[in-house]
């Protein structure tokens, strides 16, 4: 029968997580500009989209009018 050695965590050797050195309000202020900064290129990438189709159907519109 084999013996069943304990479980070593490669964290405990290494001494945990390794820690940025930036504070909890700088963290929480960056995610919080990359969050409006998300939001606002999903908008404009709505925005351009959208305008985008409606051209396209504007042309698919006059096209068959013509007939």
Known sequence: MRRQRPAVLVLDRVGGFPQLPVSSDDATTGAIIA???ALIAALIGAILGGLAGMRF???VDRAGLGR
Request: net charge positive; proline share 0%.
């Open 57 to 59: 159907h504007r042309k």
């Open 35 to 37: 969050l409006v900064l």
